[in-house]
C-alpha cells in the first residue's frame, strides 16, 4: 500500500497512519493507530478510531486523506446492507472489498484514499483485502498500510506465521504497531484492534503506557 | 605548552588545499562561492573563474542499508554490499563498513565516492592526532572532526551519512595498563589517573563502546542505536524490538544480520552480501561476509518444514 499522504499543498486532515490486518487461525485481526494530523505538523486527534465497521463481521481499515475515507465508508455501508437485504445473507468479504474497490476507482481522479477490509464469512472463512489508491484488489493473508508502515515492513515479514493462535496474533500486531508508532511521527495515541471470528467481534483498546517498550524508550 | 587545534584551521581553509602543499595555494585562505563549486574539478586542472556549477556525469550511488548499535559486548555494525547507480548495481561486492583505526570502523551511507574518501581523511587526521597526543582521539571528537571538516561543503552535492563506531580509552604508550584514564571528552588537556594528587573528576569518562552518527548536512548524534540509508526502515522495526543492552555477541549478531536481510528483502537498493563488523576494547573483528541469497533459501525451507509440522500436528 502506498505509504505517503502527506499532501501538504492541500493540507487536508490525513492519517499519516498506521493500519495492520492479519489472518489468524480462525479468524482476523484488523487494527490501527489514532492519530490524526494536519500536514504531518498539527495533530488534530488523538483518538479517532479508524477501525470502522461495515457489517457485523466485517471491518473497514483506512489511509489517506480522512474526509474521502469516511465519505467512501459511508457509502459503501450503505451498497453492502442493501447488497445483504437482497442476498439474505451476510455478506461476503470480497463484496464488502468490491464495493470500496469500485467506488475508488470509479472516483479515482477525486479520491485520495485507501483501504484494508478484514472480516469473516461462512463461504471462505478469514480473509484480509486490500484496496490500493488507484482502485487495485488484492487479497494478502497479511498486510501494513499507512506511513508508518514502513518502519515495520522488516518487522512483519520476520514475525508472521500463518495459522497463529488468537494470542500470539494480538501480540503481534500490538508489537507491530508499537513500533510503526515508536519511529513514524505522525502515527500514535492508542492502539485499536479489532479481532473478528466466527462466534463474534472483539474491540481491544491498547492505552498508549501498556504498549509494549523496545529498548530503552 | 603550545596547544595544536587542528579545527579552526578547516574552517579557514579552502576544501582543496586539505594537507596538500600545493604551490597554488590561494593567500586568502577564506574559501569564496566560486572556489566551493571548483572543488568539484580535479585538482589538476587550472582553477576556472566561472561560477557554472559542473554537473554530475552520472546520478551517484545512494542507496543502502548500514546499522549500528551498542550494547554490553562493545558497538556491532552491519551493512548490506550492493552499490547501486539509478537503476544499475554498480558493484555488488563494495565495502560500506571502512574500518578508521584500530578501535573504530565507520559506516557509510550516500555516495561511495565522497564516504571513502572522506573516511580516509578522517583517519590521516585520527593517526595525526594520536601521533601528536599520543592517544587516540575518542569517538565524539572524530565525530566532531569530521563534522567540522565537512562544513565548508554544506549546500554542494557532498553527501556523506556515516555513523562512527568505536571504543574509547587506552593509552597510546602504555598498552599494559588497565586502570582508567579520566579526562575531560573532546578538550585537549589530559588529566591521568596515575598522578598521586592533582586528579580533576570528570562529569564522564568517555571510555567505552560509543556510536555517533555524522552527516554532511551538518547533524551529528550521539546514540546508541542507527540505521542509515534506503533501506533503513526496513531494517528499524527489527533492531528496535531486539535490540538491548543485555545481549550476547551471537544474539547481537543474528539480529544485525537478520534487520539487514530484511531491509534487503524490500528496499530494491539494497542487497547482495551482509558484513558485519564488532568492535571490543580489543579492536575490531570482521565476521566473514555472507550472501543473503542462501538466507533467503534457507528461510523459504524453514517455513515450508514449519507449515508441515504445524499442519501434522494440528
Partial sequence: ?217 | MNFYVPVAEYLDESPIQFGQLSPSHSANGIPSPGSLLESTLPSHLPLLASSQPVPLPFPMSHGTTTLAFVFQGGVLAAADTRSSCAGLVACPASQKILPIHSHMVGTTSGTSADCALWKRILARELRLYQLRHGRRLSTRGAAKLLSHMLHPFKGTELCVAATLCGWDGGELHDPADDRETRRSPETDLEITGDASGGKVSVLRSSSGPSLVYVCSDGTRLNGKLFSVGSGSPYAYSIVDQGVHWGLTVEEATAIAREAVYRATHRDAYSGNCVDVYHVTSKGWTRRKREDLKEEYYREKAKQSHEGETRRDSA
Avoid at chain 1, 108 to 130: H, I, N, R, S, T
Fill in chain 1, 1 to 217: 500500500m502506498e505509504k505517503h499522504y502527506t499532501d501538504s499543498r492541500a493540507k487536508a486532515v490525513s492519517t499519516g497512519t498506521t493500519i495492520l490486518a492479519a489472518v489468524f487461525d480462525g479468524g482476523v485481526v484488523i487494527c490501527s493507530d489514532s492519530r490524526a494530523s494536519i500536514g504531518g505538523e498539527y495533530v488534530s486527534s488523538k483518538t479517532i478510531n479508524k477501525v470502522i465497521q461495515v457489517h457485523d463481521r466485517i471491518f473497514c481499515c483506512m489511509a489517506g486523506s480522512l474526509a474521502d475515507a469516511q465519505a467512501v465508508i459511508k457509502t459503501a455501508k450503505f451498497h453492502l446492507s442493501f447488497h445483504s437485504v437482497q442476498m439474505e445473507s451476510p455478506p461476503l468479504v470480497i463484496a464488502a472489498a468490491s464495493v470500496l474497490k469500485e467506488l475508488c476507482y470509479q472516483n479515482k481522479e477525486e479520491l485520495q484514499a485507501g483501504f484494508m477490509a478484514a472480516g469473516w464469512d461462512k463461504k471462505k472463512g478469514p480473509q484480509v483485502y486490500v484496496v490500493s489508491l488507484g482502485g487495485m484488489l488484492v487479497s494478502q493473508s497479511v498486510t501494513i498500510g499507512g506511513s508508518g508502515s514502513t518502519y515495520i515492513y522488516g518487522y512483519v515479514d520476520a514475525k508472521y506465521k500463518p495459522n497463529m493462535s488468537k494470542e500470539e496474533c494480538l501480540q503481534f500486531a500490538t508489537n507491530a504497531l508499537a513500533l510503526a508508532m515508536g519511529r513514524d511521527n505522525v502515527s500514535g495515541g492508542v492502539a485499536h484492534l479489532v479481532v473478528i471470528t466466527e462466534t463474534g467481534v472483539e474491540h481491544v483498546v491498547v492505552p498508549g503506557d501498556k504498549l509494549p517498550r523496545f529498548h530503552d524508550e
